[in-house]
């Protein structure tokens, strides 16, 4: 895609059996985590790669969606509320950038 375009990714399984996802960024909204989103997407979107399912997390819906919207591989958006474990068994990589990580890191390990 061009700069400033979103890539529109064919549906495949690629995460692991019963996965959803083969990666999520918790705490995708802050400083640290949208540079992380950055970075992926861009790897992601690239000719490259091969397709990757993927998902922003967070507290906030509108905060994730206009992360989302800057991402040219869509990634889908899950929000953190309640039980972390249901969220973190949908992917097979988590990436935490939620902080500061001595209060909110332990609850994803």
Known sequence: PLAGQRAE???QETAAPGR????????????TGRLMVEHLD?????????VHTW?????????????????????AILLAEGDLEKVTQQATVVISAAGPYAVCGEAVV
């Open 9 to 11: 990714l064919p549906p």
């Open 20 to 31: 959803a996802y083969d990666v999520i960024i918790f705490g995708a909204t802050g400083f």
């Open 42 to 50: 861009a790897l992601i979107a690239s000719k490259q790669a091969q």
């Open 55 to 75: 998902a922003l997390v967070g507290r906030n819906r509108q905060r994730l969606e206009a992360v989302a919207a800057q991402c040219r591989a869509a990634p």
